[in-house]
T-cell receptor
Framework: DAGITQSPRHKVTETGTPVTLRCHQT?????MYWYRQDPGHGLRLIHY???????DKGEVSDGYSVSRSKTEDFLLTLESATSSQTSVYFC??????????FGQGTRLTVV | GESVGLHLPTLSVQEGDNSIINCAYS??????FIWYKQESGKGPQFIID?????DKRQGQRVTVLLNKTVKHLSLQIAATQPGDSAVYFC??????????????FGGGTRLMVKP
C-alpha cells in the first residue's frame, strides 16, 4: 500500500459532530488525495494536494475541508457530519501527476 | 471489510481460462489510464497503466488494450487464478493540463473465478 496509513480504520459518529480522518505516508510522494467510495457511485475525488499547503477541490468537496501542513500527512475534516457522508474513505498518494496508490480505507458511519 | 458495491457487473470465469474486462471511458482528451484491482476489505491496488500514445501494454499475466477511436479500454488476464477474484476498476486522467490529479474512476466489474 505504498506506505500509506489511514486512521482511524472505523468510526461511528453522530450527526452534527466534527470528524477528522488522517492519512500518513512514508513514500515522500508529492500528491495526496481523498476519495470516497459508495455503492453505485464508485470512487469520487473529494480533495487533493499537490504539495505542502497546496490543496484543491475535487468532484465532491462540499462539506469537507483538508489540510496538509507537512509532506507526510493529509487530513480530511467533516466540520459537521451528516448521514450522507456515511461512506468508505480512501486516501491515495502519488509521486507523479495522475498516479495514485491507495490506503486501506476508513469506514465512517454517521448516525 | 469495506464494501465496494452491491450491484456491479459480474464476470464469472473458470480457473485457468482467460478473462477480459472492459471499460468505456468518457473523455477523448484523457491521456493516461490505469487499471486497479480491489479485493474485499482493501484499497484499490495498481495493476497496470497505459498512455494514450500506446495501443497495448503487457505486464505479468495482464495486458491492457486501448482503442481511442471508440474510447474503450480492456484488461486481459491470462490463466485466471482464484486470487484474481476481485473488483476491477479502470481510471482515466480527465484533465491532463491540470497540475493535480483528476483521475476519474469507472464503476467497476466484479471478477469471480470458479475453481
Amino acid at each position: 500500500d505504498a506506505g500509506i496509513t489511514q486512521s482511524p480504520r472505523h468510526k461511528v459518529t453522530e450527526t452534527g459532530t466534527p470528524v477528522t480522518l488522517r492519512c500518513h505516508q512514508t513514500e515522500n510522494h508529492r500528491y495526496m488525495y481523498w476519495y470516497r467510495q459508495d455503492p453505485g457511485h464508485g470512487l469520487r475525488l473529494i480533495h487533493y494536494s499537490y504539495g505542502v499547503k497546496d490543496t484543491d477541490k475535487g468532484e465532491v468537496s462540499d462539506g469537507y475541508s483538508v489540510s496538509r501542513s507537512k509532506t507526510e500527512d493529509f487530513l480530511l475534516t467533516l466540520e459537521s457530519a451528516t448521514s450522507s457522508q456515511t461512506s468508505v474513505y480512501f486516501c491515495a498518494t502519488g509521486p507523479h501527476r495522475a498516479e495514485a496508490f491507495f490506503g486501506q480505507g476508513t469506514r465512517l458511519t454517521v448516525v | 471489510g469495506e464494501s465496494v458495491g452491491l450491484h456491479l457487473p459480474t464476470l464469472s470465469v473458470q480457473e485457468g481460462d482467460n478473462s477480459i474486462i472492459n471499460c468505456a471511458y468518457s473523455n477523448s482528451a484523457s491521456d493516461y489510464f490505469i487499471w486497479y484491482k480491489q479485493e474485499s476489505g482493501k484499497g484499490p491496488q495498481f495493476i497496470i497503466d497505459i498512455r494514450s500514445n500506446m495501443d497495448k501494454r503487457q505486464g505479468q499475466r495482464v495486458t491492457v488494450l486501448l482503442n481511442k477511436t471508440v474510447k474503450h479500454l480492456s484488461l486481459q488476464i491470462a490463466a485466471t487464478q482464484p486470487g484474481d477474484s476481485a473488483v476491477y476498476f479502470c481510471a482515466e486522467n480527465m484533465d491532463p493540463g491540470n497540475a493535480g490529479n483528476m483521475l476519474t474512476f469507472g464503476g467497476g466489474t466484479r471478477l469471480m473465478v470458479k475453481p
